[in-house]
């Protein structure tokens, strides 16, 4: 997925969704913040990133190949995976122990 540009759209959606963070660090790694995004982010937010950001539906399926597991719950990984055209959705990311 290419790089996110900290713009004043895309900060302004960094402070909202990974709050916890610096908006330059949280779109840093741009799978991770589409992660909070697919999670979180209201349906004007998803717009913003899609127009500011220009993420796509690859990007969207990328990040969902990729998701770091704990981010994404179950209502919304069956939600986006089936906006994807990916039903029945394959299982959540797992974290891997030990």
Request: zero cysteines; hydrophobic letters at 45%; proline letters at 12%.
């Amino acid at each position: 997925m290419k790089p996110i540009p900290l713009t004043p759209e895309t900060e302004a959606l960094a402070r909202r969704l990974i709050w916890f963070e610096e908006p330059a660090e949280a779109l840093a790694d741009p799978i991770r913040f589409v992660a909070y995004a697919l999670e979180s982010a209201t349906h004007e937010d998803m717009q913003a990133l899609r127009d500011h950001a220009a993420v796509t539906d690859a990007d969207i399926r990328e990040t969902l190949d990729a998701a770091p597991p704990g981010i994404i719950r179950p209502r919304s990984w069956a939600y986006w995976n089936a906006k994807m055209g990916r039903y029945p959705a394959p299982p959540l990311p797992k974290r891997q122990l030990g």
